[in-house]
């Protein structure tokens, strides 16, 4: 039994429903396997009975002293002595306890209501903020799309040397909208402490631009720079260099 369960299944309103006799069967059997693998879920429910015990106590309401007084004289006028049974009190008892039950029962349905709602709305705010991303996503992948179909795009491919034969890459530059990707196709597997670098010569300078990783979405936007004359992919350590090195070239391509 994980605490990720527990917690689901204590933040739900099932526990309280069964304390009221209002769940299925299969809740029940639910609430029972809960009751018997988690201590959590045995303390919540002790304490849950505890709060209806109070709760009712506290709006439990005597009957009035005038009836008391009543019921006496009643008795008192009798001729035959007889000891009459207090059936006022008990229905003044029953109605204080009814009363107390249609109480419990009302705030209990409001509890319920208020907490379908915020799930409702934590729902609504979690469905809305998945439809953002979605669109921001969408927008993202056709902005990428059209740039990469522009005529204007050129395409380099970045095979692999002796350092790393398998290695395969595609990069796409726009200089118009001065934007660049990279495909990293094929990263043959490197120590944990090593990874693959990308970089952009600029004016006889080796700029640093982006550190190659394979994701879900392959396509990544890398740093554009302009007038670049070559790009260069490196082995470097973990986290990535300054400067790259040189003696552990893996592709480059010149424009």
Not at 103 to 109: A, K, L, P
Not at 186 to 197: K, M, R, S
Request: proline share 5%.
């Amino acid at each position: 039994m994980t605490q990720d369960k527990v917690n689901i299944f204590l933040e739900s309103d099932i526990l309280e429903r069964y304390l009221l006799d209002r769940t299925t069967s299969e809740e029940n059997a639910t609430v029972d396997y809960f009751l018997s693998t988690s201590q959590e879920v045995r303390d919540t429910y002790a304490e849950l009975q505890e709060n209806l015990e109070r709760y009712a106590q506290t709006y439990a309401t005597p009957p009035p002293a005038e009836l008391r007084d009543r019921i006496l004289d009643s008795i008192k006028g009798k001729e035959q002595v007889k000891r009459s049974f207090p059936w006022m009190a008990v229905a003044a008892s029953i109605a204080a306890f009814m009363f107390a039950g249609l109480s419990f029962m009302f705030w209990s349905q409001n509890e319920q209501l208020w907490n379908e709602r915020q799930v409702t709305n934590n729902l609504i705010q979690d469905l809305n903020e998945d439809v953002n991303s979605n669109k921001y996503k969408l927008a993202q992948v056709e902005s990428q799309f059209l740039i990469l179909n522009k005529p204007e795009t050129s395409k380099y491919v970045l095979d692999g040397n002796r350092r790393a034969r398998r290695f395969k890459a595609v990069a796409y530059v726009n200089n118009l909208e001065q934007k660049s990707y990279v495909n990293p196709v094929l990263l043959p597997e490197l120590p944990d402490d090593q990874v693959y670098q990308m970089w952009a010569s600029v004016d006889g300078k080796m700029v640093p631009l982006d550190i190659l990783k394979m994701s879900k979405d392959q396509l990544t936007e890398i740093p554009y720079e302009e007038r670049m004359a070559s790009l260069q992919i490196t082995i470097e350590p973990k986290g990535g260099s300054k400067q790259p090195t040189d003696e552990d070239t893996v592709a480059n391509i010149e424009f």
